[in-house]
Structures are given as structure tokens and as C-alpha cells.
């Protein structure tokens, strides 16, 4: 964990994003995320907390402007040290400790079962790189967090948490559109990533999945979509059905995802504390400002191999649609 976590030297432009997620079982959605920018040795950080419901307008969001320290322990767990709080990342146990204003945030993850995946590692052949790499497939989440006058108190909620860093000036990013997505049922957790240029002739994709605790990583995914606008009508949104395929030695799959309702429509980095416009729009043109939607969405999987097929419907999932 530290290796990945590691400063990329003197490069002049470094983003490191720590993603956490939970979805309780009434469709209550969770995320919290500590990402940095590091331009010419000055840095930007920002903690965001975000809580949907599976109703229209239930959204609420806040985001912070902070310093902080990271270190690694003797126990090699990564630690990020923040005004008002603390994260804790390892991959058998994450924790969040945060206060500020109306908005406090409790959480412990811990791992259920080992998730030893390698990284996405996005990159044109130059020493700039995009790694992507989830640090566990699943987490057993308990805890508490208060946004604005919603209070959720959290109990064996399944949870996912997954790490990003890029080297990448943002205007050069080779990555035009991407998809991620990830649920968890009963015997099955997966988690899936796909990124293509503008003109789709280079992709990188991955899916990683566990079933019957038996982990399996597929290097090379399909997205299949209907062709009809998304949700907000427009031909650059993601569409409202899509299917992921992909097969290994080992296995294929065939995953249908059908959106319900939009939890998060954001830039990638939200910095609702930058109370500078100029500031806001130098961030924004030095980001090309991505845009991003999440999605409460439900999928159907078939999961085939030499020995079993695994059919499973309308399992509930989280999954991702941005533009960079």
C-alpha cells in the first residue's frame, strides 16, 4: 500500500484521490473521498462527503478546502492526518474520522476476504501515468455520519474503497471517457473500469471479480450501450442501459446495467471552499473540468465458467459515467 501511495518525486503535476463508498441495504448511499492536487510544489486538498437516498432530490454534499500529513505506520497502513480528523487505509481495515461545521464522519471498514488485485496503469509510452487500484473489493462498514440534518447510523453495510493517482498535466490526459461500477451480493463481488481516448482506438479496462471466494481479474472488458440518450437527454451522456463483457481463460461474463436514479452530478474534484472565482476558474481550465454522473443502478450478471454458470438479477450496485 505505501508503494502505491508513494510521492511521484519531483514530477510537476501529481493527483492522489482515497475513494470510500457504502450502500446500505434501504439504498441509502455514502461516499467520502480525500483527493490533493500538486501543482509546482503548491497543494490543494479537498475532503468531500457525499449522501443520496433512492428518492429524487435527497442529495447532500459537503467539501472542504484542507492541509494535511500523510505518513506510513509501523504497521504499514497508510495515514492521513487532517484538520478535525484522520484517515486510516490498509487492506484489511480503513477508518474515517471527521468534524466540521455540520458535518461529522465516523466510519470503520473491514475487509471481508482478501482482494490481491494489481493496478490499472494508464499511460502512452512517456514517465506520466494514470494507477488505479482498488484496495479491497469488500468491506463490512459500521459507523455514523451527520451531513446537514441527516443523520445515518451504519451497521454491517457492504462498503468498497479504492485508490487513483495521476502524473498526467490534465489537459493531456489520454482518458476521454470512463466507465467504473461496483455491487456486491450474496457470493459475488466485483468492481469493473473502462477508459478510452476521444476516438475510442486505445482502451484500458479491467474487471475484477469474486465469486465463491475465488478471485478472478479480466483484462480486456466491452461496453456495449443502446444508443439512446441518458438521463439528461444528451447524446454525450451515458446511457441509461449498457452491458459490460468480458471473457478470461478462466471465465466470461456478461454484466446488464440498468440505471434507476442519478446520486451525484460533480466535477472531479469539488472545492466548494475556494471562495476565489479566479481561482475556481483556474482549477477548473487546468482540470479541463471532467464531469462526472454516479448512478444508483441495478444489474443482472451471467457468470460462466468450464464448471458452473452463475445467473443473478437485479442486484443493487453503484456505478460511474465520466467525461475528462
Given at each position: 500500500?505505501?508503494?502505491?501511495?508513494?510521492?511521484?518525486?519531483?514530477?510537476?503535476?501529481?493527483?492522489?484521490?482515497?475513494?470510500?463508498?457504502?450502500?446500505?441495504?434501504?439504498?441509502?448511499?455514502?461516499?467520502?473521498?480525500?483527493?490533493?492536487?500538486?501543482?509546482?510544489?503548491?497543494?490543494?486538498?479537498?475532503?468531500?462527503?457525499?449522501?443520496?437516498?433512492?428518492?429524487?432530490?435527497?442529495?447532500?454534499?459537503?467539501?472542504?478546502?484542507?492541509?494535511?500529513?500523510?505518513?506510513?505506520?509501523?504497521?504499514?497502513?497508510?495515514?492521513?492526518?487532517?484538520?478535525?480528523?484522520?484517515?486510516?487505509?490498509?487492506?484489511?481495515?480503513?477508518?474515517?474520522?471527521?468534524?466540521?461545521?455540520?458535518?461529522?464522519?465516523?466510519?470503520?471498514?473491514?475487509?471481508?476476504?482478501?482482494?490481491?488485485?494489481?493496478?490499472?496503469?494508464?499511460?502512452?509510452?512517456?514517465?506520466?501515468?494514470?494507477?488505479?487500484?482498488?484496495?479491497?473489493?469488500?468491506?463490512?462498514?459500521?459507523?455514523?455520519?451527520?451531513?446537514?440534518?441527516?443523520?445515518?447510523?451504519?451497521?454491517?453495510?457492504?462498503?468498497?474503497?479504492?485508490?487513483?493517482?495521476?502524473?498526467?498535466?490534465?489537459?493531456?490526459?489520454?482518458?476521454?471517457?470512463?466507465?467504473?461500477?461496483?455491487?456486491?451480493?450474496?457470493?459475488?463481488?466485483?468492481?469493473?473500469?473502462?477508459?478510452?481516448?476521444?476516438?475510442?482506438?486505445?482502451?484500458?479496462?479491467?474487471?475484477?471479480?469474486?465469486?465463491?471466494?475465488?478471485?478472478?481479474?479480466?483484462?480486456?472488458?466491452?461496453?456495449?450501450?443502446?444508443?439512446?440518450?441518458?438521463?439528461?437527454?444528451?447524446?454525450?451522456?451515458?446511457?441509461?442501459?449498457?452491458?459490460?463483457?468480458?471473457?478470461?481463460?478462466?471465465?466470461?461474463?456478461?454484466?446488464?446495467?440498468?440505471?434507476?436514479?442519478?446520486?451525484?452530478?460533480?466535477?472531479?474534484?469539488?472545492?466548494?471552499?475556494?471562495?476565489?472565482?479566479?481561482?475556481?476558474?483556474?482549477l477548473k481550465l487546468l482540470t479541463r473540468n471532467p464531469r462526472s454522473t454516479k448512478f444508483l443502478s441495478h444489474?443482472?450478471?451471467?457468470?460462466?465458467?468450464?464448471?458452473?454458470?452463475?445467473?443473478?438479477?437485479?442486484?443493487?450496485?453503484?456505478?460511474?459515467?465520466?467525461?475528462?
Amino acid at each position: 500500500m505505501d508503494k502505491l501511495c508513494a510521492s511521484s518525486g519531483a514530477a510537476m503535476y501529481t493527483l492522489k484521490k482515497w475513494y470510500f463508498d457504502f450502500l446500505t441495504p434501504d439504498r441509502k448511499y455514502v461516499f467520502v473521498y480525500f483527493a490533493y492536487v500538486k501543482v509546482l510544489g503548491q497543494i490543494m486538498g479537498s475532503l468531500t462527503v457525499h449522501h443520496a437516498g433512492p428518492e429524487r432530490g435527497s442529495a447532500l454534499t459537503r467539501s472542504f478546502a484542507l492541509k494535511h500529513v500523510e505518513r506510513t505506520d509501523q504497521r504499514s497502513r497508510h495515514l492521513i492526518q487532517l484538520p478535525g480528523g484522520a484517515i486510516v487505509i490498509a487492506e484489511d481495515q480503513c477508518s474515517i474520522t471527521f468534524a466540521r461545521g455540520d458535518c461529522s464522519v465516523n466510519l470503520r471498514y473491514v475487509s471481508l476476504g482478501e482482494s490481491p488485485v494489481s493496478p490499472v496503469v494508464i499511460n502512452t509510452g512517456g514517465k506520466p501515468r494514470i494507477l488505479w487500484k482498488p484496495i479491497g473489493l469488500r468491506y463490512q462498514v459500521s459507523g455514523r455520519i451527520t451531513l446537514g440534518g441527516v443523520t445515518i447510523q451504519v451497521e454491517d453495510s457492504n462498503g468498497y474503497v479504492d485508490y487513483l493517482e495521476s502524473s498526467y498535466l490534465p489537459f493531456v490526459v489520454p482518458v476521454r471517457t470512463l466507465y467504473w461500477g461496483r455491487l456486491h451480493d450474496t457470493d459475488i463481488d466485483a468492481v469493473y473500469i473502462h477508459a478510452a481516448d476521444f476516438h475510442k482506438e486505445h482502451t484500458w479496462s479491467k474487471l475484477y471479480v469474486r465469486n465463491g471466494g475465488v478471485m478472478t481479474d479480466i483484462n480486456r472488458l466491452s461496453i456495449l450501450d443502446s444508443g439512446k440518450p441518458g438521463h439528461d437527454g444528451s447524446a454525450s451522456s451515458c446511457p441509461d442501459v449498457y452491458e459490460v463483457v468480458g471473457e478470461s481463460n478462466a471465465v466470461r461474463i456478461r454484466m446488464t446495467v440498468q440505471h434507476a436514479l442519478p446520486v451525484q452530478e460533480s466535477a472531479f474534484i469539488d472545492q466548494q471552499e475556494i471562495k476565489s472565482s479566479l481561482a475556481r476558474s483556474l482549477l477548473k481550465l487546468l482540470t479541463r473540468n471532467p464531469r462526472s454522473t454516479k448512478f444508483l443502478s441495478h444489474a443482472d450478471i451471467v457468470l460462466e465458467s468450464e464448471r458452473k454458470c452463475t445467473t443473478k438479477r437485479q442486484i443493487p450496485m453503484i456505478d460511474e459515467y465520466a467525461l475528462l
